[in-house]
């Protein structure tokens, strides 16, 4: 398993941190979740081959986490050179398909890929849900940020990673990721900045804890987490292995 950070910015456009993106390659597949404006770029400048996307995991529709999403679909029918043609799927919380319907009635067909290549799932945004991709296992629990936001696990090669996405103080997400090896977790802002429907970096590291993951790798930053050592915060409450993500970082297991 291999993990490439696209993105770890916000809402607040920034030339060192894109908005949010993840790239996962694990069990011969390449999933994504959530994009962000400017994570196809980062895709590039990765060495990612955009043709080569098996899903997208859509934690949740702020456009900082999905607006990559239209020139993504435009592209699936328009790139220069070989096209993909295997099906890959798009999932999301509960609204998925009247967001997708929703980006149809402004873009029309340009953006519904040809020949039925795009497989729509909604998980369930109440309780835990999960589906499986080849030999990778997708399982998704709500996040306290909107009204249907998800939290992310893969599991696959027998290793996995959790995505919190947006999220405040969560007890599906301790749940969720328990043991995982990698818990990529928001810290939108630093301690004694808290806001509600996100987490400062000693709540990340309280989650990080009481999950029992291997690696916490913090993200997410607005602008005041620039000033702040966001991992010595977050290591008041978790003594495991902390990381400041970066875009283009890649962590492993
Ligand atoms: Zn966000
Ligand atoms: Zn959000």
């Known amino acids: 398993m291999e993990v490439t950070i696209l993105g770890t910015g916000t809402a607040t456009p920034a030339l060192e941190r894109n908005a949010s993106g993840i790239a996962v390659r694990a069990a011969d597949l390449l999933i994504l979740v959530d994009m962000g404006p400017g994570t196809l770029r980062r895709m590039m400048e990765a060495g990612i081959d955009t043709r080569l996307v098996d899903a997208i995991l859509v934690t949740h529709f702020h456009p900082d986490h999905v607006s990559d999403l239209v020139p993504f679909l435009f592209a699936s029918n328009y790139a220069f050179g070989p096209v993909r043609e295997e099906a890959f799927h798009l999932i999301g919380p509960e609204g998925l398909e009247q967001y997708f319907s929703g980006l149809v009635a402004v873009y029309n067909d340009w953006i519904v890929p040809r020949g039925n290549r795009l497989i729509k799932r909604e998980m369930n945004s109440r309780k835990r849900d999960r589906l499986r991709i080849g030999r990778a296992e997708i399982h998704s629990a709500p996040s306290v940020h909107t009204g249907a936001s998800l939290h992310y696990r893969i599991d696959a090669d ?23 090896d990698i ?6 802002l630093p301690d004694g900045h808290k806001v509600l429907g996100h987490l400062v ?11 029992g993951v291997g690696k916490l790798a913090l993200t997410h930053f607005y602008p005041p987490c620039e000033e702040v050592d966001v991992v010595a915060q977050a290591a008041r409450t978790f003594s495991g292995k902390i990381v400041r993500a970066e875009d283009l970082m890649v962590i492993r297991p």
Do not use: N
Request: glycine share 8%; with cysteine.
């Open 158 to 180: 027998g290793a996995s990673v959790t995505v919190s996405g947006d999220t405040d103080v969560s007890e599906a997400l301790v749940e969720l990721a328990a043991q995982s």
């Open 183 to 188: 818990l990529i977790c928001e810290c939108s």
């Open 201 to 211: 970096p000693s709540e990340a590291g309280r989650i990080a804890s009481r999950a």
